[in-house]
């Protein structure tokens, strides 16, 4: 078979985006707390026990509270159910007593640090035997990162009954009780809450080290927002970010970032959705958020941390915002139409907070909050996965306001998984920027790399918000990188239309996993990328600048050398093409040959749905297997590749 490619440079070529590139995170998998957040301490404020806003418990599983028809315009999903209540009142946290101590734990709310955050523990030493211990204990996020010469800066809010008379022991050490580092506060008293603060020097290295509070009287001690935070942030930002997880989103030079989700934007109630007015100003004043994932963040990672980080990473901000929807999956909940003036309002005041002059409400905040620049805020996004009719019309409403105020921003629609609202488009305000979701099975680009050259051309560009090769690759291999890169390629050729995309889920911590293939992966001490991330970088690093219109023709002309030409990208598999065969030789000799002819029984066709799993899919992997094995480190002078298709029907 002779391919033969022409090349068109007389025809104009289109500019391959500058903004191709760029990071989308949600908090999901812990990916902020416990994740890039670098915060220690998991459940720093007792707050973690909170039932979600809007729930209500019923046979002991949380469910969304159907009892507001008014609100519940779709009807009520009670499929989604979360184990309430915990398994803990303060999870994270447990009691280590040895010798004769007798000693308990409960939740109060009776002296709250402050309204926002009303919970505390308090710890009761109701008999102290100080030859043994009395510590309260946290576990971190799986585990707390001790390195050896490293500080570790702590800070705790404590207030004590009359009759507590001693210090307070604080240490890392590791799950078999070895200190790694040790500080003593030798007066801990007083009935109003007082603000403790040391350094802890650690001695050793343990990737999986607790924190322990060790008391030494009998009497009460109420404790709250007990925060760590390791002594190299990224960029050495107080409150800051893991290093080596923001040092590898920053090496994807990601040309913007979208946040903070996905269906974390929309909540799984729509009371208990995130608000990012909650997310700004002291961190011990922050509520926290419910994510949709099944745990809490402290949202001490917020909105003025994400600006930064934006700021930090010379990347472009794009913030999503609820649009009085919460999650189809969860709950479903449409805030009717007449009242959203107060979700229109709060995308309003995010703008204002990230750009607005000082002198205004917000822009003034975000001055006092340490930076009277604006934030490089660039794109909204007017909510997330919502399409048809319904969402147009709240699409307009929300446009409609941020245009009037914010010409500059850009503005997003969603589209939902695929092209789902694509003829729905048409009859909302002028979209800048349409944002399609894109998870695809093993196979689906190989069948599919024409998706956006058949992509009906719109008066709008395309944001592919969320894509990602996550079916039948397990954890994501190198089949999932390669389908990912082809997938890239193929938005590359279509400059035209696709001017934005970002891969997702960005992260994952491997000790709570909520969705099958991510890019980035870690545990409390480690962290690495994973192959698809090499392969978008590769891409981004070595982006064209234009593409120039070329055609490939093949000959010899039969159905077979025809169906090839539509594998790779030249036409259309259609449901009457089977199965590529392979063969490889090298100077005439056959060094691989995938025996699919050999065994007509398995041709498969090559078109499926894109959660295509049947065997043919899976032969189709273990082909792509084999013949990578095959070719891994080989040079591949005088090898002939030879693939073959063949048609059962049609043209
Ligand atoms: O990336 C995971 C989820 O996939 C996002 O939360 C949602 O937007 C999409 O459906």
């Known amino acids: 078979v002779t391919a033969t490619i022409h090349v068109n440079t007389a025809t104009t070529a289109n500019k391959v985006s500058p903004t191709l ?33 809007g729930t209500t418990l019923q046979n002991g599983f949380l469910v969304p509270d159907t009892t507001r028809p008014h609100f519940m315009l779709e009807p009520a999903k009670t499929d989604w159910k979360l184990e309430w209540p915990l398994k803990s009142d303060w ?23 402050n ?53 307070l022991t604080v240490t890392l050490q590791s799950k078999k009780g070895a200190v790694l580092a040790s500080y003593h ?38 404790l709250d927002f007990v925060s760590l935070f390791p002594d190299n942030t990224f960029n050495n930002r107080p409150n800051g970010l893991r290093k080596d997880i ?34 700004i100003g002291p961190v011990e004043e922050r509520p926290g958020t419910f994510s949709p994932w099944g745990y809490w963040s402290s949202d001490g990672l917020g909105y003025h941390e994400y600006l930064q980080f934006c700021e930090d990473v010379h990347a472009d901000a794009l913030y999503v915002f609820n649009v009085g929807v919460s999650c189809e999956y969860r709950s479903g909940t449409y805030v009717p139409e007449s009242e959203l003036q107060p979700y229109i309002q709060n995308a309003l005041d995010a703008i204002e907070y990230a750009i607005g002059p000082v002198t205004s409400t917000w822009g003034r905040l975000r001055a006092k909050n ?62 800048q920027i349409a944002d399609e979701h894109a998870y695809k099975d093993a196979n689906w680009i190989f069948r599919n790399t024409d998706h956006f050259d058949r992509y009906k051309r719109g008066n709008w560009d395309m944001y592919v918000g969320e894509y990602a090769t996550n079916a039948g690759v397990g954890a994501g291999n190198m089949q999932a990188a390669l389908s990912d890169a082809i997938y890239v390629m193929s938005m590359e050729r279509n400059a035209d239309l696709v001017k934005m995309s970002s891969y997702a889920p960005l992260l994952v911590n491997e000790n709570d996993v909520d969705w099958p293939v991510n890019l980035i992966h870690y545990t409390a001490s480690q962290s690495f990328a994973r192959i698809s991330y090499y392969a978008i ?20 002309k039969s159905k077979e050398t025809a169906a090839f030409a539509g594998g790779v990208g030249l036409g259309t598999w259609d449901t009457q093409t089977e199965f590529a065969n392979v063969k490889i030789t090298q100077n005439g000799a056959v060094v691989y040959s995938s025996d699919f002819a050999a065994r007509p029984g398995e041709w498969k066709p090559i078109r499926g749905n894109w959660n295509y799993t049947d065997s043919g899919a899976l032969a189709q992997t273990a082909m792509g297997e084999q013949l990578l094995a095959l070719l891994a480190g080989k040079s591949f002078d005088n090898y002939t590749i030879t693939l073959q298709a063949r048609r059962t029907g049609g043209i």
């Open 537 to 556: 970088n590769l891409l981004a690093e070595n982006k064209a600048d234009i593409n120039i219109p070329a055609k490939v023709t093949i000959q010899p």
């Open 115 to 167: 309204k926002a955050t009303p919970n505390n523990l308090c710890v009761w030493m109701q008999a102290y035997d100080a030859t043994g211990k009395a510590s309260v204990v946290n576990e971190g996020f799986w585990g707390i990162n001790t390195v050896k010469d490293h500080k570790y800066h702590l800070s705790f809010y404590a207030h004590t009954s009359a009759d507590y008379k001693g210090g």
């Open 21 to 53: 590139h760029g990071v989308f995170f949600e908090e999901i998998s812990h990916a902020g707390e416990g994740g890039l957040y670098a915060e220690l301490i998991q459940n720093r404020g007792f707050e973690e026990c909170r039932i979600p806003a």
């Open 91 to 113: 999870p994270a946290w447990s009691m280590q007593s040895t010798g004769n101590n007798k000693m308990s734990l409960s939740l109060t709310q009776s002296q709250p640090l």
């Open 370 to 431: 340490g930076h009277p620049k604006p934030f490089p805020l660039k794109y909204v996004e007017i909510g997330n996965e919502q399409h048809g009719p319904k969402y147009a019309r709240r699409y307009n409403l929300f446009y409609d306001a941020i245009r009037a105020k914010y010409p500059n921003i850009v503005t997003i629609a969603s589209m939902g998984i695929g092209d789902v609202n694509r003829h729905t488009l048409d009859s909302m305000k002028q979209v």
């Open 246 to 279: 923001a040092g590898l989103i920053a090496g994807m030079k990601p040309s913007f970032i979208r946040w903070p989700g996905g269906c974390f934007v929309e909540g799984i109630t729509i009371e208990s959705a995130p608000d990012w007015k909650k997310t």
């Open 185 to 222: 506060f030798s007066n801990v008293k007083g009935k109003e809450w007082r603000k403790y603060t040391c350094d802890l020097l650690a001695t050793a290295d343990d990737g999986e080290a607790q924190f322990a509070m060790s008391f030494e009287s009998a009497g009460k001690v109420w």
